[in-house]
């Protein structure tokens, strides 16, 4: 792998993904249109990186920026799940407009392979545990919907057009430069940034619902390994650590990381979200070799030192 195109590269997941790209000398294009991401997440490795500013629904944007480029890793997208419950046609159009627009400049550019970051929130609310990439799919939300319609869309551009397409389900990724300033950020860098101020989070419901979370630098691990593996195309790939923790431990951990007392606050639980979730992982290992490498408080860790040293 030469030449890349990252879409969303200033955000959160793009740019740990970037980060990697040019540390490994991949030649590294990044479209993003700021709506979400900032130039300060790519600002350590700015000069080595080709910056376009534009969007994933300008196909003809798209296909200048793919000009040359081997493998696109699909990142952009609006990745609240309330958000997409208050704004659906907004989320419809940058995520399902986005990918097959993605994916149609790919297929006329000459791209070889597109990484196309799908999400566990396809599952919805089904009762097996862990989630198996096999299982019938049942979204909660425009968002959740969204994500299966991408990795329609890139299933039938194997099938139609013989573009090679690796969907990556991603289960909860956590870890440096997540952005905790809206009330639609992840639930851990809300925490870390409430721990940070030293304030009380939020907790939605009882508490006891309980997540898969993956640390960033093992999706970027997933996304490196779906690029170049052999005989994956049209797969589509669960990215977790198939273990799982309660939103209340997990405040708890933070809490002692960052030595904070307090109870948190209460409020109902929201629609859309997800009881239980734990993902399934052999298929990512025998396919991609893929194995997590950080465990939950190595994660945490690493990613407290980011906030704790953030400007407020």
Known sequence: MKKCLVTGGAGFIGSNLVERLVGISVEVKVLDNL??????????????????????????????????????????ALVSVP????DPIETGMVNDLGTLSVLEAARHSGVRRVVFASSCAVYGDLPQLPK???????????????????ETYARLYG??????????RYFNVYGPRQD???????????????????????????????RDFVYVADVVQANLLAAQGENISGSTIN????KSV??????????????????????????????????????????LDYQPRYSLEEGLQFTWEWYRNRNY
């Open 83 to 86: 958000q997409s419950i208050e």
């Open 132 to 150: 198996k990439e096999e299982m019938d799919t049942k979204p909660l939300s425009p968002y959740a919907a969204s994500k299966l319609n991408g």
């Open 246 to 287: 309660t939103v209340n431990s997990l405040w708890k951990n933070i809490a002692e990381l960052a030595g904070v007392q307090g109870e948190p606050k209460r409020a109902n639980f929201r629609p859309g979200d997800i009881r239980e979730s734990v993902a399934e992982i052999s298929r990512a290992h025998e396919l």
């Open 180 to 210: 905790p300033s809206s009330p639609y950020s992840g639930v851990i860098s809300i925490f870390m940034d409430n721990a940070a101020r030293g304030e009380r989070p939020t907790i939605y419901g009882d508490g006891e619902q309980y």
């Open 35 to 76: 709506s979400s991401g900032f130039l300060q997440n790519l600002e350590p490795f700015r000069e080595y990186i080709e910056f376009i500013e534009g969007d994933v629904r300008d196909i003809g944007t798209l296909q200048q920026v793919m000009s040359e480029v081997e493998v696109v890793f699909h990142q952009a």
């Open 239 to 242: 990215v977790g650590t198939g």
């Open 159 to 168: 099938d139609l057009y013989g573009l090679e397409t690796v969907c990556l």
